[in-house]
């Protein structure tokens, strides 16, 4: 235990997902001792990520704008929309360079025991996007882990319609893990041999 503000940002840090307590150490004395540490730069940063960063009002992706760079990208194939459970998922897929059409953000995945049901993600504006039958193929790309297959399935019933294909990334991916810590081949692979699933 250190004294008064340097245990309390030690006990901040260490509230940040994947920091345990001997990280927020190390981060909290990085920052007390490092001249070029640029504190004034990382807290106004924080002050203004909340009010400045939005959610694509199209697909739920992040953006300071009403809809995100990708929607608005007219070279963007508009008939293939990619469901993923999270932003960060987007990135992934990204830095790939495998995909070229639009996605889809659910916000989280079904998860009963944490209380998380179909009401809590962005399935209906999901269906709402696919009714004037612009978009031909739908990939789901839930994470590989049991809410992510949970919500794959509700997902297929959900999106049974003519002139729509559903497709699910190719197994390959690590199971029980999460998209966003699949390599960039093996997920560019996981996209190449997609299938089509049946409800
Ligand atoms: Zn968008």
Same mark, same amino acid.
């Given at each position: 235990m250190y004294e008064g503000i340097v245990q309390e940002l030690i006990d901040e840090l260490g509230r940040l997902p994947g920091i345990g307590p001997k990280s927020?150490?190390?981060?909290?004395?990085?920052?007390?001792?490092?001249?070029?540490?640029d504190t004034t730069r990382l807290s106004e940063i924080l002050a203004d990520v909340r009010d400045k960063v939005k959610f694509c009002n199209i697909c739920g992706?992040?953006?300071?704008?009403?809809?995100?760079?990708?929607?608005?990208?007219?070279?963007?194939?508009?008939?293939?929309?990619?469901?993923?459970?999270?932003a960060k998922d987007v990135a992934a897929i990204e830095r790939t360079r495998e995909f070229r059409g639009l996605y889809h953000v659910l916000g989280g995945a079904l998860s009963p025991i944490d209380g998380i049901g179909p009401d809590d993600l962005r399935f209906h504006? $999901?269906?709402?996007?696919?009714?004037?039958?612009?978009?031909?193929?739908?990939?789901?790309?839930?994470?590989?882990?049991?809410?992510?297959?949970?919500?794959?399935?509700? $997902?297929?019933?959900?999106?049974?319609?003519?002139? $729509?294909?559903?497709?699910? $990334?190719a197994s390959g991916l690590p199971v029980g893990g999460d998209l966003e810590y699949a390599d960039e081949v093996t997920l560019g692979r996981a996209f190449e041999g997609r299938r089509v699933v049946e409800a």
């Open positions: 927020a150490q190390r981060i909290a004395f990085h920052i007390l001792t490092t001249q070029s540490f992706n992040v953006t300071e704008q009403e809809t995100c760079s990708i929607c608005r990208d007219p070279r963007r194939s508009q008939t293939v929309i990619c469901v993923v459970e999270e504006q $999901l269906v709402t996007r696919l009714a004037d039958a612009t978009v031909t193929e739908v990939i789901i790309a839930t994470d590989p882990n049991l809410e992510g297959e949970a919500t794959a399935t509700y $997902l297929t019933r959900l999106l049974v319609q003519p002139g $729509l294909r559903v497709t699910r $990334l």
